[in-house]
């Protein structure tokens, strides 16, 4: 019977020690990371909805090591499963742990938004190519029948179609609008603002957007209203002078223009407002300026994204705008992602073949993880209503 040879024997037992080392690693890894979670009251392997189920041993070090990256993308993978997606990352969010891993790739994040301006004209183009850009088709089934891609309002509304009804119709009379108005939509998406305002109210629109997907169907569903599509970025606008309204809107877009451009964007909207105009922005908002965006979100859902404070949007303002009115309602996008989730994976089977099943667990996790921030109250819906020069005795939000 032949022998090995000696160097072939030093070789299997240095692999073996190798393996051994590895999994020794994963078993300490996996006990720190389990004991990171149970700060948060979730456990490894347990019985809860909001617990993780690991399937692949590299999970904790990929985590640990990676923070946001390394959880979104071992969910992608198939690393690990949970029943409540949501109300894991609410409580992750909750308990801070987001602050004790993965603090490289949040200071590369952090440095790259200060050095760069990342939302510049030509980047600005990236997030419509990226995500807006997805499909219509995909979208229609996701979203409501307005087309309403941001917070539905759930306070008195009992299905997603009424909840994002009751936001288009508290925008418009938070705006005041009448009939015979011109009305700006600054990032006006599928056009369901620009829609609602022509059908209900009797304005004439005019709407910007980065997504050619968005512009071919917001023309197509605004047939035969006063309703003008645009693809042009908010820069690109009205730099003649010539471009007055006495109404602007902007829903669900500032998110996108980073924190180098605000002061830029309040200019543009001044100079395109009458003096006696009002102008409402909605937008995802942060609790404390300088943190940097998720990196998973940046990476694979919204490019070059930056979720501003309320103190840099007041910041920007200043000298420009008085802020009348601040509304918060960020807890309800907590159950319109939920709702958004349902309509996805309801209408699954009509895109599996064609976007797969990585981009499915994407998707998912994109939805789920942005309800529990929500809940977890680390992101707010603010509605501001701003004015040139102050509302002759006041403002009054309706009720």
């Not at 032949?2 to 160097?7: E, F, K, L, R, V």
Request: aromatic share 10%.
């Amino acid at each position: 019977m032949a022998q090995p040879q000696s160097g072939s024997s030093s070789s299997l037992q240095g692999a073996a020690a190798a393996a051994g080392r590895r999994r020794q690693r994963a078993r300490g890894a996996m006990e720190v990371f389990a004991g990171l979670l149970a700060e948060a009251g979730i456990r490894v392997n347990g019985a809860d909805p909001w617990d993780m189920r690991v399937h692949d041993p590299r999970t904790a070090e990929r985590v640990l090591g990676a923070g946001s990256i390394g959880l979104g993308e071992s969910y992608m993978d198939g690393w690990w499963e949970c029943a409540q997606v949501d109300e894991l990352i609410c409580r992750i969010l909750r308990a801070r742990l987001d602050e004790k891993v993965g603090t490289t790739a949040l200071l590369v994040q952090g440095l790259r938004a200060r050095l760069l301006n990342l939302q510049n004209l030509k980047r600005a183009w990236q997030v419509g190519e990226v995500h807006y850009d997805t499909g219509n088709a995909f979208f229609e089934a996701m979203l409501d029948p307005h087309m309403a891609y941001t917070c539905a309002y759930w306070r008195d509304a009992a299905t997603l179609e009424d909840a994002q009804r009751a936001k288009l119709e508290l925008i418009c009379r938070k705006l005041g609008l009448r009939a015979g108005m011109r009305l700006l939509d600054i990032g006006c998406g599928w056009g369901s603002l620009m829609k609602y305002a022509a059908e209900h109210y009797g304005v004439s629109c005019v709407g910007l957007t980065i997504s050619r997907e968005q512009a071919e169907l917001g023309r197509a569903r605004c047939a035969g209203l006063p309703v003008e599509f645009r693809l042009e970025d908010y820069r690109q606008f009205g730099r003649d002078g010539h471009q007055h309204f006495e109404r602007i809107a902007s829903i669900g877009m500032f998110e996108h223009v980073g924190h180098k451009n605000h002061r830029h964007f309040f200019e543009v909207a001044r100079r395109c407002l009458a003096d006696d105009g009002l102008f409402l922005l909605h937008t995802i908002g942060k609790n404390r300026r300088r943190t940097p965006t998720d990196p998973w979100i940046d990476r694979y859902i919204f490019p070059n994204g930056d979720l501003p404070s309320l103190g840099q949007i007041a910041d920007a303002a200043e000298h420009r705008f008085i802020i009348e009115d601040v509304h918060n309602f960020g807890a309800d996008y907590d159950r319109t992602l939920l709702a958004w989730h349902a309509n996805f994976e309801a209408a699954w089977p009509r895109f599996a073949a064609t976007f797969g099943e990585r981009f499915r667990r994407m998707w998912r996790y994109y939805l789920l993880a942005c309800a529990g921030t929500f809940r977890a109250r680390s992101n707010q819906v603010w509605q501001l209503v701003l004015s040139p020069q102050g509302c002759a005795g006041g403002y009054r939000r309706p009720g």
